[in-house]
């Protein structure tokens, strides 16, 4: 019914860029109202990064506020800037037809039904 699919990823050197992609297939706007981008580090639990509701609404994790634009058109993109090592993880993209995933101060991924499969971004200093 709805599947993701994330480009984008690869490797960068501290303070470069890098544009990850999420190709939505649904039925219906609806199935995937809210959608996010979470991250996750070797040894380390997924957390959120940034998510996008409706058309306007977005929220962002602390440390990329100012670094990272979460946008969405065909696709959910994650623009990231001014990258560090500290991003290096893997990348989801996520989705719900709920709201609650993405009116949360620390959005869970217990709040998103569908996933891609992930894409690894690499930051070397």
């Known amino acids: 019914q709805v599947q993701l699919v994330e480009s984008g990823g690869g490797s960068v050197q501290v303070g470069g860029s890098l544009t990850l992609s999420c190709a939505v297939s649904?039925?219906?706007?609806?199935?995937?109202?809210?959608m996010g981008w979470f991250r996750q580090a070797p040894g380390s639990a997924r957390q959120a990064v940034a998510t996008f509701y409706g058309y306007t609404t977005v929220w962002y994790t602390d440390s990329v506020k100012g670094r990272f634009t979460i946008s969405r058109d065909n696709a959910l993109v994650l623009s990231m800037n001014y990258l560090k090592p500290e991003d290096t993880a893997m990348y989801y993209c996520a989705a719900d037809p709920a709201s609650y995933g993405c009116f949360s101060d620390s959005p869970s991924e217990d709040r998103f039904r569908y996933w891609g499969q992930g894409v690894q971004v690499t930051v070397s200093s």
């Open positions: 649904s039925t219906e706007y609806r199935h995937t109202e809210c």
